[in-house]
């Protein structure tokens, strides 16, 4: 059981640090490109977005930024979890949307992501949505796991 115990924390904080490497990443990424991403957004399929381009423009990388900075305090990390998921699963459900709309609209990811396609991009979003999910799931596990010990003592 300690060995069990031992490993779970350091599972944990790797996934917790990958995905406060990528919400960084992304927003920073999208803060550089700001004008860029503006524009992208304007030309989206969807009205909404490009409506209030930038509006998104802003509110994305924000929001985030704060993900990012939830995941590091112990007390915020299960609604870090629960927003990351949100986030996520809106950004998947877009990029689905894409392929299945058939444009190829440029994607305002940098770096690595950039050179993705929607399919494969796609995949990456499901990886990390796992992950923010399997996040959650051992979050509480350890609130329980904390409830239960503190009842004990």
Not at 13 to 34: C, D, H, P, Q, R
Not at 70 to 97: D, E, G, P, Q
Not at 129 to 142: H, P
Request: proline share 3%; charged share 10%.
């Amino acid at each position: 059981m300690t060995r069990i115990s031992l490993k779970r924390p350091v599972v944990l904080e790797f996934l917790i640090a990958l995905i406060i490497l990528l919400m960084v990443y992304a927003a920073l990424n999208k803060l550089t490109i700001f004008k860029i991403f503006t524009l992208q957004l304007q030309v989206s399929p969807f009205k909404l977005l490009g409506q209030y381009s930038t509006f998104f423009a802003v509110a994305v990388p924000s929001i985030e930024l704060i993900i990012a900075a939830l995941f590091l305090f112990n007390r915020t990390r299960k609604i870090a979890a629960v927003l990351f998921i949100s986030l996520m699963s809106a950004f998947t459900i877009y990029i689905a949307a894409m392929l299945v709309s058939g444009l190829d609209l440029p994607c305002s990811c940098g770096g690595v992501l950039s050179n993705m396609n929607w399919s494969t991009h796609l995949i990456f979003n499901i990886i990390y949505l796992l992950i923010g999910i399997t996040v959650y799931i051992m979050l509480k596990r350890q609130q329980r796991f904390t409830s239960a010990t503190s009842v004990l003592t």
